[in-house]
């Protein structure tokens, strides 16, 4: 059998993907096994993309941590908010306020209610 690409030289070799017969030059040995150029570069590229989607990936995980800090660090803005302006003049302390919000949360909440509406 003589090379797919060059018939005029001897096949030394067959890509174990397509099965193509290589000669010397168009053989390609990765890992202990031959692939002709076609397939080792489509392979190549294969596992260069699953790479660039593991790392997108990452970013997105990134992302949504961060999405959730800032919508804690939101949560917390306004929780303050609220107790400065609504809870501080009437129920003093924060750990006051976190104690009735711990024993009576209703309370705060029916409170909350009246203020703001009115
Ligand atoms: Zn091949
Ligand atoms: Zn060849």
């Not at 397509?18 to 010397?24: A, N």
């Not at 009437?90 to 009735?100: F, H, T």
């Amino acid at each position: 059998m003589n090379c797919d690409r060059h018939p005029e030289r001897e096949g030394v070799a067959s890509c174990i993907i397509c099965g193509r017969i290589l000669c010397e030059e168009c053989r390609l040995k990765l890992g202990g096994k031959n692939y002709c150029e076609r397939c080792a570069d489509k392979l190549f590229r294969e596992r260069v993309e699953s790479g660039e989607e593991k790392r997108k990936g990452m970013g997105l995980g990134v992302k949504i941590l961060i999405a959730i800090l800032i919508i804690l660090g939101i949560l917390a803005v306004l929780s303050y908010l609220i107790y400065s302006v609504y809870l501080a003049p009437y129920y003093g302390s924060p750990e006051n306020v976190l104690r009735i919000l711990m024993n009576d949360p209703e309370r705060i909440i029916r409170f909350l209610g009246t203020r703001i509406s009115t």
